[in-house]
């Protein structure tokens, strides 16, 4: 048993009171390697902004979830060394989908755990959070829950299209659970096709898809239901467009990749929203960086060459994601 306290890692309890208090939301980046994990800590100590690192189950099976934990403590120490006095980093299981995988990871020293029951019926979700809460909360380790369906792919859970949560729910949610945190679905989904070109309308002047705004009546209702309760948006990747238009310039193939706009996410964190999910962007940067690399430079074959440009760029995305979008800079000083 390793406990996050000795790791140097802290828990979600205060960084979303404090979120909700001064109307910003703190960003929750996945990681799966070691330049991801570099660019969000260098962009999180440049900006002081606390931040979460997610492990998600892609992530465990493709890097190990032991070794994603002690790159998590190393970057805490790197966070240090970069002259980030009180790094304020969460270690979090993304969408976890049982008990054991809650439990083993609170046993390994993350600080929060996801327990993705949303696919279940009702009360087997109610059950499943309130187990996992129990053994969670003994050791301070914070738990999200989630009540409704993203449209689209949530690991293994699939809907053919979003089910919002029913505002209706959550009360009973919350307090039979426990939970310390609520993701809920007004309309965002997980990767870079968000929403259908049917869905969408064009843009007379650049011909790109505008997306349908998401269901901000459904947060509203909530909020009220539960007043200073911490929300938490999944699948809230913007899917820049200048990342897909170099993805496509370079020998990809994203056609019609459309993302949740970043004037929507900026209005959520005000909201109760306290922690925005961000996954698929890092991604699309990543990519965009090794491409161009690729097609400028067919002779390279360092991977640091080209490695090192997409780290780059995603330092630049996560650091503009705090200061510009979610407002969490010089929150963690
Ligand atoms: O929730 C979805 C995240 O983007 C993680 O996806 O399981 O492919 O790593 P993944
Ligand atoms: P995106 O696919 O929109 O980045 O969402 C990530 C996410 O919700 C991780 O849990
Ligand atoms: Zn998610």
């Given amino acids: 048993?390793?406990?996050?306290?000795?790791?140097?890692?802290?828990?979600?309890?205060?960084?979303?009171?404090?979120?909700?208090?001064?109307?910003?939301?703190?960003?929750?980046?996945?990681?799966?390697?070691?330049?991801?994990?570099?660019?969000?800590?260098?962009?999180?100590?440049?900006?002081?902004?606390?931040?979460?690192?997610?492990?998600?189950?892609?992530?465990?099976?493709y890097a190990n979830q032991t070794l994603l934990r002690y790159m998590a403590e190393g970057a805490v120490e790197y966070a240090k060394e970069l002259g980030w006095e009180n790094p304020q980093i969460a270690l979090h299981l993304d969408h976890g989908d049982s008990f054991e995988l809650c439990k083993s990871c609170v046993d390994l020293g993350f600080s929060s755990v996801m327990i993705d029951g949303s696919a279940l019926p009702y009360d087997e979700n109610v059950a499943l959070t309130a187990k996992v809460v129990e053994y969670a909360h003994k050791y301070d380790v914070?738990?999200?829950?989630?009540?409704?369906?993203?449209?689209?792919?949530?690991?293994?859970?699939?809907?053919?299209?979003?089910?919002?949560?029913?505002?209706?729910?959550?009360?009973?949610?919350?307090?039979?659970?426990?939970?310390?945190?609520?993701?809920?679905?007004?309309?965002?989904?997980?990767?870079?096709?968000?929403?259908?070109?049917?869905?969408?309308?064009?843009?007379?002047?650049?011909?790109?898809?505008?997306?349908?705004?998401?269901a901000f009546d459904v947060l509203e209702e909530i909020e009220k239901k539960l007043p200073g309760f911490p929300i938490v948006l999944h699948g809230s990747s913007s899917v820049p467009q200048e990342y897909v238009e170099i993805i496509n310039n370079n020998g990809g193939k994203l056609p019609d990749a459309v993302g949740i706009p970043e004037d929507q996410l900026r209005r959520a964190s005000k909201s109760a929203v306290c922690k925005i999910n961000i996954d698929s962007d890092s991604r699309l940067a990543m990519t965009a960086a090794v491409r161009k690399v690729f097609n400028e430079k067919p002779g390279e074959f360092d991977p640091r060459?080209?490695?090192?440009?997409?780290?780059?760029?995603?330092?630049?995305?996560?650091?503009?994601?705090?200061?510009?979008?979610?407002?969490?800079?010089?929150?963690?000083?």
């Fill in 305 to 333: 060459k080209y490695l090192g440009p997409a780290r780059d760029e995603m330092k630049k995305l996560y650091a503009h994601k705090i200061t510009d979008v979610l407002g969490s800079d010089n929150k963690a000083l």
């Fill in 142 to 214: 914070t738990v999200e829950a989630e009540l409704g369906v993203l449209a689209g792919v949530e690991d293994e859970v699939s809907a053919e299209e979003s089910h919002y949560t029913r505002p209706e729910e959550v009360i009973d949610f919350t307090s039979k659970t426990g939970c310390d945190s609520l993701a809920i679905s007004i309309g965002t989904s997980h990767g870079a096709y968000k929403f259908k070109p049917e869905q969408c309308t064009r843009d007379p002047k650049t011909g790109l898809l505008v997306p349908p705004p998401l």
């Fill in 1 to 61: 048993m390793v406990s996050f306290k000795d790791l140097g890692l802290v828990n979600t309890r205060d960084m979303f009171a404090k979120a909700i208090k001064g109307g910003y939301a703190i960003p929750a980046f996945n990681f799966n390697n070691m330049e991801q994990l570099q660019a969000i800590i260098q962009a999180a100590a440049e900006k002081k902004s606390p931040v979460i690192l997610q492990v998600s189950k892609g992530a465990r099976s």
